[in-house]
């Protein structure tokens, strides 16, 4: 039985996740068939790379996701297949796979070159669903495509280091369902540019000088008055090991999400500056 994964941009009200799904079970009446997401932001590569990488290690090796964002086939966005991490991908070459090859070197990748066989507007269901059936009945990728050594670096993923300033510049990667602001900064390239000093976290005309290790420190850890700390705003490394910029217990339909309060969107900068006097507030996360 073959592990089949979607995350898209299709949504759900339109029929193009049945279709695929329809595809699937066409080629492969045992296939299992995960929806990771449907409800991507339309053409959002960025949004995609996180949630992609957040989500493709709780499957089991040998896992094949499909992913239908901004996938159109042009002379600039080709089609690929990569095996990486003991998955495989089959997705446009339009840099979402850069989050996690950038950390995890691909054992393989091929540029796909069935289309002369297929003409399509819709190449996730008419591409994407042979090429994983394909892979999943145990297909070699070099059967689909030539193999390429490169693909597509998405820039915007990668935060900046002014050594000179003792600064991390970064940005907003994905606003979560919770209204929660995700950036680019990892806790990993926070504590090796840090080097446990005192810091500044600026985000528009808000900053944070302590990084919380669970949502419920704001608190101080009063369980009965705890209702008194919902709206505060506050940083913390999250479980994805990015900085998140948060309400505690944001409800979107009162009190709101701190995109919306604080004013942050997509791409917005986010700032660290270190500072080598003090020691920071910050507690690992074990």
Known sequence: MAFITLT???????????????AI????????IVDITHEIAPFNITETAYILKNSYKSFPKGTIHIIGVDSELSKDNKHIALELDGHFFVCPDNGLISMIASEI??????EINIHDRIESSFPVLDVFVQVACFIARGGNLTVIGKVIKEFKKLIEIQPKVNQAQNQIIGGVLYIDNYGNVITNISEKMFQEIGKG?????????????????????VT???????????????AIFNAAGYLEIAIYRSNLDTVGGASSLLGLSYRDQITIDFINDKKPEFTPIS
């Open 25 to 32: 079970y066409t080629e492969l009446a045992d296939a299992k």
């Open 220 to 234: 101080n850890n009063s369980l009965h008055k705890s209702h008194q700390y919902d709206g505060h705003k506050l």
């Open 8 to 22: 898209t941009d299709f949504g759900t009200k339109d029929h193009f996740v049945g279709a695929v799904k329809g």
């Open 105 to 110: 070197k691909p054992t393989k990748i091929v």
């Open 197 to 217: 000093r005192t810091f500044n976290a600026t985000a528009r005309r808000y900053s944070f000088s302590k990084i919380f290790t669970k949502y419920n420190e």
